[in-house]
């Protein structure tokens, strides 16, 4: 079975200073990762997803984040965070023909000034 | 490109009424649209599956009377919810996955329908 596991539900983090969510999963096969954010009342953003070729993935708003095969993890990292990144985030893992994605519980992220 | 759009974007009905929600992919066709139910505080939890021109797939637990999903085009799905009752009130996502040409596994989410009942 396939799950994901956000091990933080809630982090606050001042306004500048740089940010890491960690997301692990469990999945027989080669997994597809994907991280969402989510605005409050809003729908999921994906910020970015990793498939296969290089782990250091690259995502929109200075968001990255690196598949360790290894460790079974996709942690998010942005070096500098903005007050608009308050939100909840979501890691999400699926696979090659497999339409279903088990999503993480979610961290939230505040940003204090 | 990849937006998906939801309407309305809340609404608030009487118990025992029917209520239906939109789900279109505006700039991409989607053969394969979901419907998911969120709660406070809660990640996603994925109701059913549907596929254009075919019947939905339901997730264990999920009513497939209560929550009537159709898929009539490639850029269409709704979700009817029959006979409302408090307990549905929640937060309803749906998402959309592009065709073979590009990797089925992306989904792209809309914005939500918040669904009260009263």
């Known amino acids: 079975a396939q799950s994901v596991t956000q091990p933080d539900i809630h982090i606050t983090v001042s306004e500048g200073a740089s940010l890491e969510l960690r997301c692990n999963y469990s999945y027989g096969a080669t997994p597809y990762l994907f991280w969402y954010v989510q605005s409050p009342g809003q729908g999921l953003q994906l910020l970015l997803k990793y498939f296969s070729g290089d782990t250091l993935v690259q995502g929109i708003k200075g968001f990255e984040a690196e598949f360790k095969r290894s460790q079974s993890s996709f942690n998010l990292r942005k070096p500098s965070v903005h007050w608009s990144d308050a939100a909840e985030y979501f890691c999400a893992v699926g696979g090659l023909n497999d339409y279903k994605l088990s999503f993480g519980a979610g961290t939230t992220v505040t940003v204090r000034a | 490109g990849a937006v998906v759009s939801q309407h309305p974007s809340w609404v608030i009905c009487k118990s025992g009424t029917s209520v239906k929600i939109e789900c279109r992919s505006l700039d991409f066709q989607a053969t394969t649209m979901f419907w998911y139910r969120q709660f406070p505080k809660q990640s996603l939890m994925l109701m059913a599956t549907?596929?254009?021109?075919?019947?939905?797939?339901?997730e264990q637990g999920v009513e497939k009377d209560k929550f009537l999903i159709n898929h009539a085009s490639l850029t269409l799905s709704t979700l009817t919810v029959t006979s409302a009752h408090p307990e549905d009130s929640s937060f309803y996502i749906c998402?959309?996955?592009?065709?073979?040409?590009?990797?089925?596994?992306?989904?792209?989410f809309g914005p939500g329908t918040r669904l009260l009942v009263l």
């Open positions: 998402s959309a996955s592009p065709g073979a040409q590009e990797l089925q596994e992306t989904q792209y």
């Open positions: 549907s596929n254009e021109g075919s019947k939905a797939t339901y």
